[in-house]
């Protein structure tokens, strides 16, 4: 039974930096892993990714601003974010699929198995 638990999401001044954690228990897969995130009124759209070599992709939108990461050992996803802008506040998801080698592949929704429940991520003018 797997279960993901994102945590950092916070109300933050445009410019600024935060850095969400997605725990992941019960997960035994080296498939994708990913951030989504869903503003209101707007489909959710895939952030960012990464797979079991390291390989990650990025939407446009946070190219050069975004980085994600992982942390094999204990199985927690990260999502580095700095140079915040308005635009980028959402509830922000993690999720992790069964499996999956190519990047920019894993920013699509359809591929994903298991969803956490969201952080919320506000970024003020």
């Known amino acids: 039974q797997v279960q993901l638990v994102e945590s950092g999401g916070s109300s933050v001044q445009a410019g600024g930096s935060l850095r969400l954690s997605c725990a992941a228990s019960?997960?035994?897969?080296?498939?994708?892993m990913g951030w989504f995130r869903q503003a209101p009124g707007k489909e959710r759209e895939g952030v960012a990714s990464i797979v079991s070599d390291g390989t990650t992709a990025y939407a446009d939108s946070v190219k050069g601003r975004f980085t994600i990461s992982k942390d094999n050992a204990k199985n927690i996803l990260y999502l580095q974010m700095n140079s915040l802008k308005p635009e980028d506040s959402a509830m922000y998801y993690c999720?992790?699929?069964?499996?999956?080698?190519?990047?920019?592949?894993?920013?699509?929704?359809?591929?994903?198995?298991?969803w956490g429940q969201g952080t919320q991520v506000t970024v003020s003018s």
């Open positions: 999720a992790a699929a069964h499996s999956g080698l190519w990047p920019v592949y894993c920013l699509r929704e359809s591929k994903y198995n298991y």
């Open positions: 019960g997960y035994s897969y080296s498939g994708c």
